[in-house]
């Protein structure tokens, strides 16, 4: 078995997505893959309700905070929260192109300011001894992608900072909403190798329409004599979980099976229960599960079961157990006529 970095294959933060309970189920498809929390405000983690928004299950490790801000000082405390409560790194959001990350002067309109940015991951590697990382765009608006990548990355490793998960397109900060920011702007994988080319002394990590595993070992090979670090997946892994329960062999080289889609569920199943027991309702840990079955028969009874029953006061992991009922009946009625003809 070969060992590889956490960063090999990590699930993207998604506002309103990678939540604790995600998180906890893409953690029984893998066992080796980096998972990251949505994005928390630095003045939220300070002053908010830290359990909820940050609590989370001793079974998601490894897993990333990530903070969203621009006052250094907001940042360090936020960061010293984040390592007390058991998180494994504090990454910095440098991307995301929303408008109220705008008007809060955090997320992708940093990359106009990399000394601010540089300044604000000082402040957190001072704070905390877990790694500190930066999530960044190649730039935004009018801005030369080769000259603010390299001017955002070069100021932070400046301060000490080593890994870089990037985004590989620029954001629109005027004029594109945040659904046409991951479509419209052109890719540029190759400026992302060309960073690892000509900085090879750090970590670098490739984000950014990745759909398949397929993809994901493509970025990973060298054939152009790049060797990128590590590749993060978002959408793709989330509309298609079961996708994850390869990462452990393909990525990371790890011997065993692959985890299918019911063994998934049956190691989702303690959490669940636990959760429930907590007075969580169903359906905010199985809204996650939605794409688990997808291209297999019964996947559409699977998602209807969950979407409407799973929202029902009292609903149990009796749901669940239906729902998964009904794919394997769908199965058996499928190998049933392959076999007849």
Known sequence: ?????????????????????????????????????????????????????????????????????????QLAEAARIGAAMGYDEIN?????????????RFGACLMREPELVADCMAAIREAVDVPATVKCRIGVDDQDPEVSLFATVDASAAVGVTTFIVHARKAWLSGLSPKENRDVPPLDYGLVRRLKRERPHLTVCINGGIGSLDEAEAHLESSDGVQLDGVMIGRAAYHEPALLGQVD?????????????????????????ARLEEGWGLHAMTRHMLGLMHGRPGARAFRRILTVEA???????????????????????????????
């Open 1 to 73: 078995m070969t060992s590889r970095p956490a960063h090999t294959l990590s699930v993207a933060p998604m506002m309103d997505w990678t939540d604790r309970h995600c998180r906890a189920f893409h953690r029984a498809l893998s066992t080796r893959a980096l998972l990251y929390t949505e994005m928390v405000t630095a003045p939220a983690v300070i002053h908010g309700d830290r359990e909820r928004l940050l609590g989370f299950d001793a079974v998601e490790h490894p897993v990333a905070l990530q903070l969203g801000g621009s006052d250094p000082v």
């Open 92 to 104: 910095l959001n440098v991307g995301c192109p929303s408008d109220r990350v705008q008007s809060g």
């Open 249 to 273: 062999r393909r990525l990371f080289g790890a011997a065993g099976a692959d985890v299918d889609p019911f063994e998934a569920i049956e190691r989702y199943g303690p959490y669940l229960a």
């Open 311 to 341: 929202i029902r006061p009292g609903a149990g992991l009796d749901v669940v157990d239906r729902a998964v009922e009904a794919v394997r009946e769908a199965e058996a009625r499928r190998d049933r006529v392959e076999d007849a003809a």
